[in-house]
Every structure is written in C-alpha cells, then in structure tokens.
C-alpha cells in the first residue's frame, strides 16, 4: 500500500490544525496517511490543542513541554522514532496548504524519476492564512547565495525556467527542511542529529542524504505553499532567551553554538572534536562528491557560479 509518513514539528504555531485538515481534505486517500508529530506548547496556547486528533489511529503525538524543547532539529529527530515503515515520509513545517490530489501528484514525481531513491524538494510557493488565499502556482528551484559566516548556506527561491513545459522533476542540488517526500526508510538512514538547532538543517540534509544515495529533485509543480512571514508565531528563541526561564538551563545562543560547531565539523571545514555518529556522513558517496556534485567548497566557502545561478 502506497502508505505516507508525515513528519511535522509544532512549536507554538496557530496555523497547525489548519494544516493538519487541509492534508486530510486534500489527499486522494487520507486513509492512507499517518501523522508524526512533535507537539511542542505552551499551556496558554489553547488555539492549538491536538484534542480531536488523540483517539485517531493516524495520529503519533509526542508532547513536550516548552521549556523542555531543544529545538527543530531535536523535535525532527523524536518524531522519526514514530515511523513504523509507511512506504514514503513526507516532512513539513507546521504552516503549509496543499494541492488537490498531493499525495498522489508526489508518488507520481517519484516514480517519474526512474531511481531507486529519490527525494522531491523545493520552496513552496506562498499561502496567506488570514485569507487561506494560495497566491502562485509556479514551481521554485532552490539556489545558493551565499556562505555564512558560520560555514551554512543561504538559500533562496527561483522560479523554474520553461516549467509549463516539463513532465516530471529536475534535478536539485540541495533539500528544503520544509518539504521533502521520499522513502520512508529515510527517517532509519537519514537519522536527525538532534544537537543541531534550527540553521545548517538543509545543508545537512543535503549532504547527508546524497552521501546516503539519494537522487535530490524539484517537482516541477508546485504541490505544496508555505507561510513564510512566521507572523503571530512565537519561535523557540524567543522563549530561550534567558537560561534561568527553561529547565535546559541555556540560552538559544549557547545551544545554537555549539550546533554551529558540530555542522561545520559535519561539512569537513574543522575538526571540533565531536562524535557525530551516527548522524555523520553515508557511506555511498563521499563529501567530494557532494561538493563536485552542488558547486561548493565546504572549507573555503566558495560558490560555483552555476551554483549562484541555480543553473543545472
């Protein structure tokens, strides 16, 4: 059965149940769908109580105490302990509308790509809650712009070239944390580190996964629209400014340092002295590899200019 796993963190976010039925009303067969979910709050955040989804079979939920959360990238890792072997995983933040027909439109993009493991990815195009008002349908690439100081990459949307014309995926040099659908076996070999914070998730994702034998591609439709603005949403480092107001005892900043650290040691720009396995590089293709393959160099911090360019 063409069963989907899908993975998606909470951390104060009013638009989550809006998302959660807009999956479920837009799939062809939500009967098919589970949900893994990392319930991160607040006890005043009554807008997102996950009450009518407990007795549902479909439903994961993990919840956590706000003051307990380490982060993104932590809350990621817990919830790939919810796979139980669906055939595919679909990972969302908590704030996306949907094509009519998506789950099928991705199984489709998949198998279209004729390899043994691909992974569907990109920016999604933009939705605006207040109207629920989906405001383009053209597809994005995702393009380097530039290395930061800390060793990650920032990216940007860029609309794909002839698009209309095209009848199945491009290839992608990188994957966005806030959508990507692949095999469900990802959520085993692809394990989150759960000391990364929130910045170098793509970067590792992308590495990560290609040293694993993933074949990275942009839909050439757009399937899935995103809330990009974070407007009426409190973010984990607003509560973790001060160390004494959490029972980690950290600020955002100590925890996002160290974080910092242990991606650059991942991309092979320092050795920190960190043990990253097993959430280290795959044994399939090596960081090189990746590097030839994206138009990067990881230890000097260069762009390829076809890279910048987004051109394949």
């Known amino acids: 059965m063409e069963s989907i796993f899908i993975h998606i963190p909470i951390y104060s976010d009013p638009e989550i149940i809006p998302t959660i039925k807009d999956l479920l009303t837009t799939a062809i067969h939500p009967e098919r769908l589970t949900f893994g979910i990392c319930h991160q709050s607040h006890p005043k955040d009554r807008w997102d109580t996950l009450e009518e989804f407990k007795d549902d079979p479909r439903f994961r939920i993990i919840s956590i105490p706000w003051d307990e959360s380490r982060g993104l990238c932590w809350a990621r890792h817990l919830i790939q302990k919810l796979w139980k072997g669906e055939k595919w995983t679909l990972q969302l933040d908590s704030h996306h509308r949907m094509l ?34 989906k405001h383009e349908d053209t597809p994005y690439k995702m393009v380097a712009k530039k290395f930061q100081d800390y060793g990650g990459i920032v990216f940007a949307p860029a609309i794909i070239e002839n698009w209309q014309s095209l009848n199945r995926p491009i290839p992608a040099r990188f994957v966005s944390g806030n959508f990507y659908f692949t095999l469900g076996i990802h959520c085993r070999e692809y394990l989150y580190d759960p000391n990364l914070y929130f910045q170098g998730d793509e970067i590792s994702l992308s590495l990560r996964s290609f040293s694993l034998g993933y074949d990275l591609f942009h839909p050439h439709r757009t399937v899935v629209w995103h809330e990009y603005t974070r407007d009426g949403r409190i973010k984990h480092w607003d509560d973790f400014v001060e160390p004494s107001k959490n029972k980690l005892n950290k600020s955002w900043l100590d925890i996002d340092g160290e974080s910092k650290a242990r991606l650059r040691q991942l991309l092979g720009a320092e050795d920190n002295g960190f043990t990253l396995y097993p959430h280290d590089i795959g044994r399939i293709k090596s960081i090189r590899e990746y590097e030839d393959y994206a138009g990067v160099d990881f230890k000097l911090k260069r762009l390829h200019q076809l890279t910048k360019d987004g051109i394949n």
């Open 100 to 133: 009519e027909g998506w789950d099928q439109a991705l199984i489709f993009m998949a198998n279209s790509t004729e390899v043994s493991k691909p992974i569907i990815t990109s920016y999604g195009g933009m939705y605006d809650p207040k109207t629920n008002t």
